[in-house]
């Protein structure tokens, strides 16, 4: 499929010296890509400089074909993002959770709102209020609200975090089956890289801001080992080669 997102050798330096640098990185239209590597390898950062959160010191963003420095606007408009919190209103149901979202975009269909519950399996909550959600059914409401204007790529920042098994299983299915159903493609760090393993179709490994290697998540290929110690290894091999 199509490429809905491109990266060619982005770079972005804080005055600490810390970023990301020299990414490159293609996603295709329907694929879960997931993005793992520990705390501070650079993954938020390089999640918002795709959400458009953050502007790149150098390189090329390009979302469906469009240049994100030269036409931000249109190219913004077809990405979902929950980066770094997912906001939920305790006190709204989940449906009006998702009517105040929807004032963003007044030509939404209230229908659409049914869709989008339904999309993430929280249509028998509807009248049900975010409060007395499970972080799983918050995570999945925080979804719903991104896919509301059917975004073609959904960034999704940390969205395992603090979830048990069944609130992964849940999340896994939500995103599998909109991806496969409708195409939308997905990007999403975590660095429980286990979890992350269980959602995404091709991960990607950072560490110290550089995308060092991507895989199509195949257990054959890692063996014995799990996709943690593969991961290990790679950023263990990689510290070693540049430190000669
Ligand atoms: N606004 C900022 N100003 C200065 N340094 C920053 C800023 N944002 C991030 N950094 C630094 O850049 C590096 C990468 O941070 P980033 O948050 O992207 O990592 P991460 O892989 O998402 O880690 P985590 O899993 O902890 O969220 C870190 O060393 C961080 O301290």
Known sequence: MEAVLKVSNVGKRFKNGRGVQDV????AGGEVFGLIGPNGAGKTTLLKLIAGLARPDRGRIE???LDAATRFEQAMAGVGCIVE???VYEKLTAYGQLRQAARFYPSLPDSRIDQALEQVGLSAY??????????????RLALAA?????PRLVVLDEPTNGLDVQGIAELRTAI????AETGVAFLISSHLVHDLGLIAGRV????????????AVDEGLWGESSLEQFSMAQIQSDREARLG
């Open 24 to 27: 490159s990185l293609e996603i």
């Open 63 to 65: 979302l469906f074909g």
């Open 85 to 87: 919190t997912a906001h």
């Open 126 to 139: 509807r009248h049900e209020k975010a409060g007395s959600f499970s972080l799983g059914m918050k995570q």
């Open 146 to 150: 991104a896919l509301l204007s059917r």
């Open 176 to 179: 599998r089956s909109l991806s």
């Open 204 to 215: 990607g490994i950072m560490s110290e801001g550089r995308l060092i290697r991507t895989e």
